[in-house]
């Protein structure tokens, strides 16, 4: 018998049209969230506002970044690359992660210096408000990427939501500081908390170092081929099991994942007597229900006789039990008339 592949990308179309919508709206919120930021931080004069410009114009390449790696892992498997392009998505959230990791350190050293040299700050309210405004607007932001991002398996989208997530954040602690340091200067008018300001640069800062290496372990993790998740294995055999005694054994199950992606591949042993009809069928049954339960899964199913020859790896996952064998191996051995 032989070699089955099947792939299904009949519900790629939907799911790539949703994920550019997704990633095009990332890139004009952030866009515009570095313009008000990046002005209200050399307004007032706030290290800890202009930190967050700056991580904003990160977030704003991040999702540049991914608009375009979701574009290409949209397109179809050719001659070069016959898996498809889905890890170009597990690449980008590399390099965005890579882009948080000098955000972050730039931000370190920015406020270090502005710590040892404190300024007084101006107009803090205006700062106050762009950071509620940005909190606001991320929050609904990453809620609807992550949203996406999950329903569709997308690391691009699914970094890039936790950018904003950790903006979320960030913005926030730089809001309770500039608040902080706001309400002081009228019960306190002569007290000086411009240090709060740096102060809370660094916090966002390590913040945004925790989320980097977070975005960096999901990214390799994709790029180095790791299995399906541990349940969609169990899944799997499961699955197999229930048809016994028509599937006699399965073996050798290899799984790997790439974006949305799913690979899987393994042996399926029969009885020798089926038809090639007949073993077909079953494996296009098991491609459909396989299908109807993975997002984007590419099957390679190679179809084997049970002979009578038990070998290891066929053994290690046989349905039959130890008398059953016997007598399949009893049946092969009869002398024929």
């Known amino acids: 018998m032989g070699l089955l592949i099947f792939g299904d990308m009949n519900t790629q179309a939907v799911m790539q049209q949703e994920k550019r919508r997704a990633a095009a709206l ?51 498997a050719d001659k070069d690359h016959p898996f498809g392009h889905a890890k170009v998505e597990s690449i980008s959230a590399a390099i965005e992660a890579l882009l948080i990791f000098a955000a972050a350190i730039w931000i370190i050293i920015a406020a270090t210096h502005k710590l040892l040299s404190p300024q007084p700050l101006e107009t803090v309210g205006w700062g106050v408000a762009v950071m509620c405004f940005s909190s606001i607007a991320n929050l609904l932001i990453s809620r609807m990427l992550f949203s996406v991002g999950t329903k569709t398996e997308s690391p691009a989208l699914i970094a890039d939501a936790w950018h904003l997530r950790t903006d979320v954040y960030t913005s926030g602690g730089v809001m309770a500081g500039l608040g902080l340091i706001w309400i002081a ?46 349940e969609e294995k169990i899944w799997i055999e499961d699955y197999m099991k229930k048809l016994y005694p028509t599937v006699r054994s399965f073996h050798r199950l290899r799984t790997r994942k790439a974006g949305s992606n799913r690979f899987i591949d393994f042996h399926m042993v029969v009885d020798e007597d089926m038809t090639v009809h007949e073993s077909h069928d079953i494996a296009e049954q098991i491609t459909k229900d396989f299908r109807m339960h993975f997002t984007n899964a590419d099957i390679t199913l190679h179809i084997e006789p049970c002979d009578g020859v038990c070998k290891y790896s066929c053994i290690s996952g046989c349905l039959l039990s130890e008398n059953e064998r016997k007598r399949v191996r009893q049946s092969k051995t009869k002398p024929t008339a």
Do not use: C
Not at 32 to 42: A, E, H, T
Not at 60 to 70: D, E, K, N, S
């Open 26 to 76: 990332s890139v004009t919120s952030n866009g515009i969230l570095v313009i008000l930021k990046m002005s209200i931080g050399l307004i007032i004069g706030s290290i800890s506002v202009l930190s967050e410009a700056i991580h904003s114009a990160m977030d704003l390449i991040a999702a540049v970044i991914a608009l375009i790696a979701i574009r290409i892992s949209g397109k179809e």
């Open 185 to 230: 200067g009228f019960i306190f008018p002569n007290a000086n908390l411009n240090w709060i300001d740096p102060i809370a640069a660094i916090l966002v800062a390590l913040l945004i170092l925790k989320t980097a290496y977070q975005l960096t372990a999901h990214a390799v993790k994709d790029l180095i081929d790791t299995s399906t998740p541990p």
